[in-house]
């Protein structure tokens, strides 16, 4: 019998919705959005955003309420997942989060901080549907990664009542209809012990 216990050492657990927007399938991004809302980290709970794009000017912001939390998590994922946010180097800047919602409907992340108020709508729902990665199956990442991906049909950012340009493009996972803009929730990280 295979044991219903995973194996491997809990790294983080939370949510991981990202969103990546442009004007045509496959063409240069308006928004790259990364939002985190961890539970359980090395570095504590909390949240962080990371932004870039026409919004910012292609530079990358970093909004947060755990400095600790962001470091760590970048240096041992956001880094492998996008490159760009992985720089340590970037300042922080303090926010407050928030959601608003329900994923029935809508799902927005609200991001206030002293110089920006942003927001991230993902509405018109996929079938949720279960990704599962072991330790290592995926080049260059020694992780695995089990999360429920809600993929959107339609997105948006606003960044100081300026909505962002672009939109989601559909991008299949494996036989399930999936988006270039997902909710996801339920997301834990692991690392073999």
Same mark, same amino acid.
């Given at each position: 019998m295979v044991s219903p216990t995973d194996p491997n050492q809990v790294l983080l657990t939370g949510e991981n919705s990202f969103m990546r927007l442009s004007h045509e399938d496959g063409g240069p991004l308006t928004v790259r959005a990364s939002?985190? @809302? *961890?539970?359980?980290?090395?570095g504590g709970p909390g949240h962080v955003l990371f932004l870039s794009g026409e919004v910012t000017d292609d530079q990358v912001h970093i909004y947060t309420d755990n400095v600790a939390m962001t470091r760590w998590l970048q240096g041992e994922i956001q880094g492998l997942l996008t490159p760009e946010f992985g720089d340590q180097d970037i300042p922080v800047i303090d926010a407050e989060f928030e @959601?608003?919602?329900? *994923?029935?409907? =809508?799902?927005?992340?609200?991001? *206030?901080? @002293?110089?920006?108020?942003?927001?991230?709508t993902?509405?018109? =729902?996929?079938?949720?549907?279960v990704i599962r990665a072991a330790p290592g199956s995926t080049p260059g990442r020694p992780h695995g990664v089990y999360s429920v991906f809600i993929p959107a049909r339609r997105a948006y950012l606003t960044f100081n009542g300026e909505t962002s340009e672009g939109r989601p493009f559909p991008a299949e996972r494996d036989g399930h209809e999936s988006s270039t803009a997902c909710l996801a929730w339920s997301e834990t990280w692991v690392k073999p012990h």
């Open positions: 939002h985190w @809302r *961890v539970l359980l980290s090395p @959601r608003l919602g329900d *994923v029935r409907s =809508f799902s927005t992340e609200a991001i *206030v901080s @002293r110089d920006a108020d942003i927001s991230l993902w509405y018109d =729902f996929a079938e949720p549907f």
